[in-house]
């Protein structure tokens, strides 16, 4: 009891935390107008004319710059005004990281038109003709987001196929679905066949990256939302975007605020200052990767952390794939798993590479993977190592 007595005695520095949370959605984007004004002119037709036209637009930046929040925004708006103009519009947004197959990707799209849609018993093709059926017989036009959809690309599926070509085969057709694809790297879609790719790449916008003065703004904006007043002065907000600003992923300079917050609650400060900043952007594992580590299977976490134990104990910066193979058997041996193979290893690497969490360099195009060195440059290994260890003993592996 005293304990939480004590705490709730103390007055806390923030107006409300939830509001510093990567998944919020603000009431304002600054630094994105010119984006959703231009989503809005592409979608507008959708209200004007409904389910006359089938958009298919490209997303692309680099990691940490609003891609998912603002197109999560616009979905916002274009509910609302739908909804006030009597246009049976659904929006879905889905993350083809979490939902990795074609499987779960359609099963999440259906069950925002039907609830309790049963998770179990259908083909994806089935799904895609149920899905068609529920739009035509509820009138409704539904947009698509198809968030990190590398994922689903490097798998091989052929959703993306599928859904862009929807209309095609059918006479007498209402244009019943839109599709936002969103990816960091516009290299991924040339895995696509030619026909799809043409479709997507006719309208891409390209998220250009936060200038300084955009990230101060940003930041101070959402310091205001979260933070009571006079808590933290410009000046610290500025070193928060020096620490952001490198990276310039604003999942970092959230984070900082945060926890620079909370260090000077523990302190007793009525207000945030450089000390607590200072600590507050020790943070060496990038959030994005703390995400992506999160939803990782277990044998590629067990992979990911042969990387680690042999680069810890190595004295050279890098370490060799064969290397890590040695390492990544011993483990598997020791929790009695049966390995991966060496060529779902090699795809468990290339998905680092993409997740910005190590490099490659091949030394030896001829006998690909055998010889090629490995790096983990921008993390900090401890950190990592403890933080992967966690992770496994959540999902009952302790190594
Ligand atoms: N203009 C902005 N105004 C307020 N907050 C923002 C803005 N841009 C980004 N953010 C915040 O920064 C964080 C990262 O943004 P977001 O998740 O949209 O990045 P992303 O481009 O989708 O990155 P990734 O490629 O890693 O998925 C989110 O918490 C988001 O709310
Ligand atoms: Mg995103």
Known sequence: MEYFEELLKKPSLFQDESKLDMNYIPDRLPHRDKELSLLSQLFLTLITDPNSISRKILITGKTGIGKTVTIKYFGEILKKVSTERNVAIKYVHVNCRKERTSYKVLIKIIRVIKKNFPKRGYSPQDLLE???????????????????????????????????RINDDSVNFQERLSIIGIVRDLSCINNLDYSTVSTLQRNIIKFSNYSKKQIFDILKYRAHLSLKENV??????????????????????LNILWKATKIAESR????????CVRLGSQETVPFS???????????????????VKGLKNNYEPTISFLGILKRYRIICENLELNPRSNSQL?????????????????ISEKVKGRRALIQIPEINLLKLEDIIIKILQSKGLKV
């Open 130 to 164: 149920i899905l068609i059926d529920f739009l035509n017989q509820q009138d409704i036009h539904i947009l698509i987001v198809l968030d990190e959809l590398s994922y689903l690309i490097n798998k091989g599926e052929d959703l993306i196929y599928s859904l862009t």
């Open 346 to 362: 090699w795809n468990y690497l290339q998905e680092f590479k993409r997740e910005s969490i190590v490099i490659i360099e091949i």
């Open 268 to 275: 007793n400060l009525n207000f945030i200052n450089t000390e």
């Open 289 to 307: 990767t703390l995400d992506i580590l999160k939803y990782m299977s277990s044998h590629k976490l067990l992979f990911l952390f042969s990387i």
């Open 232 to 253: 933290i002065t410009d000046d610290l907000i500025k070193m928060i975007v020096d620490s952001t600003y490198l990276n310039g992923d604003i999942r970092n300079g």
